[in-house]
Nanobody
Framework: EVQLVESGGGLVQPGGSLRLSCAAS????????MSWVRQAPGKGLEWVSTIYSDIRNTYYADSVKGRFTISPDNAKNTVYLQMNSLKSEDTAVYFCHTEVRRTKYWGQGTQVTVSS
């Protein structure tokens, strides 16, 4: 059974940093792309970043480019999202996402609140 479990969210001041983690299980981690997607209050889902662990290609939304870094730890089946220079508009629930054999999987989400 594929499972994705996020952690690391919280309350942080503007300009601060957080590192989100997504622990994956039930599939061969480095065979599939892993993504972070967020949902701000009252808004739809917004794609944030994707990594292809086997070839280490990474992709970012323009809104986070240069501030966020996605990285894998294949030994731990975990993908991280390092978020620096956080802004109030980064406030959202952050979800980990993957698609395995044409089935989409989501974690339960972790809340990130950027506020002074």
């Amino acid at each position: 059974e594929v499972q994705l479990v996020e952690s690391g969210g919280g309350l942080v001041q503007p300009g601060g940093s957080l590192r989100l983690s997504c622990a994956a299980s039930g599939f061969t981690f480095d065979d599939y792309a892993m993504s972070w997607v967020r949902q701000a209050p009252g808004k739809g889902l917004e794609w944030v970043s994707t990594i292809y662990s086997d070839i280490r290609n990474t992709y970012y939304a323009d809104s986070v480019k240069g501030r966020f870094t996605i990285s894998p730890d294949n030994a731990k089946n975990t993908v991280y999202l390092q978020m620096n220079s956080l802004k109030s508009e980064d406030t959202a629930v952050y979800f980990c996402h993957t698609e395995v054999r044409r089935t989409k999987y989501w974690g339960q989400g972790t809340q990130v609140t950027v506020s002074s």
